[in-house]
């Protein structure tokens, strides 16, 4: 990766250096400089084909500049994947938007997001969740059944990608407003799982809703991590089996926390959260 080549195009493309992400595919992968791009508003991406990465942005609103024996073309993903390139250089990934991932730390308070109360993932439930899912930069994560987006937005302020899938027209829009909130992007599907057409491949998948049948479907993904948290302990087992049945390594916990509030312990509804990891 030429540092100072790559510094003379993001600067002639009229960008800060300062505010871009470097990713160099071919040293990590180009899945992995995909998700950058998912998650991130303005990564340079060298050693990648324009075509083959704009084919990874489906889905996202996302513009590239790309650096070729042409010159340099602005296009939109769709156009990069129609066009036939020569000797393709370095390539800048933009957001419609820009954004900026807002705050520090993970698990934030539950008031922090937009949400119809008992319908969150409350902070502890969240810190565990978020500790099974690994989320970072260069992974995806789908958040099936995703409520208000709370552990979508987290993760999304860890550095990954996001698909949120969730039925509910509402609750799409609470998530919109919840990343936006975090300075975040989070894709949104408005369907069942089983509805929502062919979804990039996760590396991490979160199921807040759903049985069983959920986690199936989940799991046929291929992720390498799936965590289920459910407050229903009829659900609990047939998720563990579904997740054994598919050569996942399971081990879980039920979180119940109690609360400091106005020097009271008042308990938060006990929720059993189960992780599976992919055998090697």
């Known amino acids: 990766m030429d540092v100072v080549a790559l510094h003379r ?14 990713v160099d595919a071919g040293a990590v992968g180009l899945r992995h400089a995909v998700n950058v791009c998912r998650a991130r508003p303005a990564v340079v991406v060298s050693g990648a084909d324009p075509a083959e990465l704009a084919r990874g942005l489906a889905g996202w609103r996302r513009a590239l500049v790309v650096e070729s024996a042409a010159g340099v073309s602005t296009v939109d993903p769709a156009d990069a994947v129609a066009r036939p390139w020569s000797e393709p250089g370095a390539i800048l990934c933009l957001a419609e938007q820009g954004f900026a991932p807002t705050g520090e730390g993970w698990a934030l308070p539950d008031d922090d997001f937009a949400h119809r109360e008992g319908m969150i993932a409350v902070a502890e439930v969240r810190a565990l969740v978020l500790a099974r899912l690994a989320p970072r930069p260069g992974v995806l994560v789908w958040d099936v059944g995703a409520g208000p987006g709370a552990i979508g937005v987290e ?58 049948d959920v986690v199936r479907r989940c799991v046929r993904s ?20 579904a997740l054994l049945e598919a050569g996942y390594e399971v081990e879980g916990s039920q979180v119940a926390a109690a609360r400091l509030t106005g020097g009271t312990l008042l308990a938060t509804n006990p929720v059993t959260v189960l992780w599976g990891v992919k055998k090697a």
């Open 9 to 22: 195009f993001v600067t002639q493309a009229g960008r800060s250096w300062d505010d871009v992400t470097v």
């Open 222 to 241: 291929g992720a390498r991590r799936v965590v289920v948290a459910t407050p229903d302990l009829d659900r609990v087992l047939p998720a563990r089996d």
């Open 155 to 212: 993760c999304a302020r860890l550095g990954a990608a996001v698909v949120a899938v969730e039925r509910d027209p509402v609750q799409c829009v609470r998530i919109i407003a919840n990343a936006s909130a975090h300075g975040v992007d989070v894709r949104v599907v408005e369907a069942e799982l089983g509805e929502a057409g062919e979804l990039p491949r996760p590396d991490a998948v979160f199921v807040g809703g759903g049985g069983a």
